[in-house]
């Protein structure tokens, strides 16, 4: 138990929250990323610099770990990137990988998602022991669809369109929790307690950051807005979170980040 668990994309929203809380645990953390570490960083976690476009620094991350946290994402490479992981981590002896996904990906056709289904497909034939957690979108990214217009005279909302807010930290928690238990196949989803408009959820975010704008609901076309009025990323039947968008709000309104 004193090998590392090792945090790809280590530094970004999530794998931030995943590495702090092994940290308060006590786990030996080792931290992927595409950067050297910050002079002033003193946690007390290994640090391996590595880019998975390429695989430069990759057996070395992975030397000795004895589970990978994959929370490293890009939209344009995610499964030659899950591809080049999967091979590497089977050349270092097959640690337990921890995926995480999310929901509504076979059933809705956006780009990304079909890369994130692909990388799950790589991951479950990869012939390692593997454990698969999806869940709905982060607070943070469903406010940020608000905050990206907050210098427009108006924000625009897609019509009909309803999310299921989860708090980072707590999917953090679960990812730490898989990842100290025995490989476990595609686990139950995680979603956030509250289904909510998108308009709904723009106004909050608006009043949060003490902005005044109206909210326009736009009725837009196409498959992937049709599957996701139909509620493909939510999973109300397994609203585990607790954590609320407003909580949420409050948390970033104190500390000056909306």
């Known amino acids: 138990m004193d090998s590392p668990i090792l945090v790809t994309g280590g530094t970004g929203t999530l794998g931030r929250a995943v590495v702090a809380q092994l940290l308060d ?6 931290v992927m990323s595409r950067r050297a570490r910050r002079t002033d960083d003193d946690r007390p976690c290994e640090w391996a610099v590595c880019d998975l476009a390429d695989g430069r620094g990759l057996d070395a991350a992975l030397a000795g770990v004895r589970a990978v946290v994959h929370c490293a994402t890009n939209a344009r490479n995610d499964v030659a990137t899950t591809r080049r992981l999967v091979e590497a981590a089977r050349r270092s002896g097959g640690p337990h990988l921890v995926y995480i996904s999310i929901v509504g990906i076979d059933e809705v056709p956006l780009p990304y998602y079909r890369s994130k289904l692909e990388a799950e497909r790589i991951i479950r034939e990869s012939g390692l022991p593997w454990t698969i957690l999806r869940t709905t979108q982060f607070h943070d990214l469903v406010a940020t669809l608000t905050t990206v217009q907050r210098r427009l005279p108006l ?6 369109l309803r999310f299921q807010p989860v708090e980072v930290a707590e999917v953090a928690g679960r990812l730490v929790g898989l990842s100290q238990g025995a490989p476990a196949g595609r686990v139950p989803d995680m979603a956030g307690p509250e289904v909510r408009d998108a308009c709904d959820l723009a106004g909050a975010t608006l009043r949060a950051a003490g ?4 909210v326009v609901p736009v009725r837009l076309p196409g498959k992937i807005l049709r599957s996701l009025r139909a509620g493909a990323n939510l999973a109300p039947d397994r609203a585990v979170g607790t954590g609320t968008f407003e909580q949420y709000l409050a948390a970033r309104a104190r500390a000056g980040r909306l």
């Open 25 to 30: 645990e006590d786990v030996p953390v080792r």
């Open 155 to 160: 924000v625009l909302m897609p019509s009909g």
């Open 211 to 214: 902005l005044r704008r109206r």
